[in-house]
């Protein structure tokens, strides 16, 4: 592999990398608010994914994408309230069944509703157009999801630290009784959280599906679990954790198909994960516990 | 103000609250003593909306406050400082005292300077994360943050818990000059030899019941609670 080919792939890992940050991000928030690994997020992700295919169906593609971003935000909040937020109480364990159970759920319903055979995902204007830059070609798409990943973790990570619903859901994931005596609303800020989350697997859907080119039913399975490890790489919790993790992850995956082990790009994953948790199983930037009792 | 009318709580099985009866007048310092495990913490958990009870009322400035949230009740003027301090380790003293405000949207600035007078240690630390606050500090910082919400009532629960002596006794004269600046103050304690001089109106609870009532001083002279509580042999 030459300089140039080099480069080429780091850009192509640098832009799946995005998309994977997007999508570790609603782990990492999640997790820092409930304390669950939200096993339905990657499914989330590919509900985005038909979601899209059918609003661009019927609609100008900018509406197309608001109605993308709002139903799959929407669909977040609305999975949490049925089937976590009854299980506010129950053992830790439970809700985590729970989000099994909605895993499954919504890859049975896209396939009773949609059949298993691979959708093709809409074009959307612009963002397949080739770019050349010297000798490296790429596609709009892969130059821009970095950018707007990056830009998109700045403004979460104002909204977090500099604002009161920020501050809210900092105060919700750190002591929930001590929250409530200040006057946070718990189910407020719970909502707000998956909004998020939700809201921006529905970008990374976006930016992930228009290179992929289709969409089937388990099309959120494989990268969801690939963007867990990128959130646990990063250390749960932390956004500029997963922000890293989704990058490094998408970069070594693509490096390792480029000199030709495909085969072993997706193990490579898991033996990050494994190796991390043996190492420091807090991850790059996990908790740090500072509790005096 | 504040008045409790056979308050019932449960856990599960357990009784922790049998049916207890109090009241709050404005202006007030109250405190409420007994042993570990008398349902005194359940009691302002309860008060705040934290926990719901099974039966009985509780009524502030004449509305039944019951059944209303948690969020609500701040929102109304009761505060709770709770037990243990519960401050939020990650955040900076600053944040910990902004946050005790956050049903506020008006300038906060008078409040947060009149934090600092009360407790000027919380100035000088303003930047540093509560967590690394000593358990005193974390106590002043605690009572900083219920403050901020302008409480007509403060209830606080084992503000003394693990303090020295000496901080123990700066807590207390500061609850005194809170209390002087027209905040009513229910005051759980361990403590009860401090707590009951500066009380006006004291209850002794033991296992969910209200066992005895009268002044801060009634009680202080009373020979069964100088023997369980203030550990003095007859
Ligand atoms: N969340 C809970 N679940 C089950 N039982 C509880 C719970 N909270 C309190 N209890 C029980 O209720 C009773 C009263 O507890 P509470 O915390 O009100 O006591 P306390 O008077 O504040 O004691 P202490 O002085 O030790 O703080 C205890 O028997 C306790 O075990
Ligand atoms: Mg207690």
Do not use: W
């Amino acid at each position: 592999m030459n300089g140039m080919q080099f480069l080429q792939h780091a850009l192509t890992g640098i832009s799946v990398g995005g998309c994977y940050a997007l999508i570790a991000i609603g782990y990492t928030l999640v997790y820092g608010i409930l304390r669950l690994i939200n096993f339905a997020h990657g499914d989330i992700f590919m509900i985005a994914g038909y979601f899209m295919i059918f609003s661009f169906a019927v609609l100008p593609f900018p509406i197309a994408i608001i109605v993308t971003l709002v139903l799959t935000t929407l669909l977040g909040i609305g999975i949490e309230k049925v089937a976590y937020s009854p299980l506010r109480n129950a053992p830790r364990m439970s809700v985590m069944i729970s989000a099994i159970g909605v895993s499954y759920l919504l890859q049975n319903l896209a396939t009773y509703l949609f059949t298993a055979i691979p959708q093709p995902y809409p074009e959307i204007p612009g963002l397949k157009l080739r770019i050349e830059i010297g000798n490296i070609s790429t596609s709009f798409v892969t130059l821009i999801t970095p950018i707007i990943t990056i830009l998109i973790v700045v403004g979460l990570l104002y909204l977090v630290n500099k604002t009161k619903m920020g501050m809210a859901m900092r105060a919700v994931s750190r002591d929930y009784e001590a929250a409530s005596l200040m006057g946070i609303k718990l189910n407020q800020t719970i909502s707000f959280t998956f909004a998020i989350g939700s809201l921006l697997a529905a970008v990374g859907s976006i930016l992930y599906f228009t290179d992929r080119s289709t969409v089937f039913p388990y099309s959120g399975s494989l990268p969801g679990l690939k963007c867990f490890v990128a959130a646990v790489f990063g250390g749960i919790g932390s956004i500029p954790g997963a922000l890293l993790g989704g990058f490094f992850i998408g970069i070594c995956e693509t490096i390792i198909k480029a000199i030709g082990l495909s085969t072993f790009s997706d193990a490579f994953t898991f033996i990050v994960l494994i190796v991390m948790l043996l190492i420091k199983p807090t991850g790059l930037f996990g908790e740090k516990n500072i509790d005096k009792v | 103000m504040l008045k409790v009318n056979n308050l019932k709580v449960n856990f599960g099985g357990i009784e922790a609250v049998k049916g207890i009866s109090f009241e709050v007048k404005e202006g007030e310092i109250v405190t409420l003593i007994g042993s570990n495990g008398a349902g005194k913490s359940t009691t302002l958990r309860t008060i705040s909306g934290i926990v719901k009870p099974v039966d009985g009322s509780i009524e502030f400035e004449g509305t039944d406050i019951t059944k209303i949230n948690s969020s609500d009740i701040v929102k109304m003027g009761i505060t709770l400082c709770p037990e243990g301090r519960r401050v939020f380790p990650d955040m900076t003293v600053l944040e910990n005292i902004k946050i005790g405000a956050f049903l506020r949207s008006d300038d906060l600035s008078n409040d947060i300077e009149r934090c600092y007078r009360l407790f000027p240690i919380l100035k000088e630390r303003n930047k540093q994360l509560a967590g690394t606050l000593s358990g005193g500090e974390q106590q002043m910082l605690a009572v900083a943050r219920s403050l901020m919400s302008r409480p007509k009532i403060m209830m606080l629960d084992e503000p003394s818990l693990g303090l020295a002596p000496l901080v123990v006794q700066d807590i207390f004269k500061i609850i005194q000059e809170i209390n002087d600046e027209g905040v009513t103050i229910l005051l759980i304690e361990q403590n009860a030899n401090m707590a009951l001089r500066i009380a006006d109106k004291a209850y002794v609870l033991e296992t969910g019941k209200i066992t005895m009532e009268g002044s801060g001083k009634e009680l202080l002279e009373n020979e069964s609670i100088k023997e369980a509580y203030l550990g003095k042999k007859k």
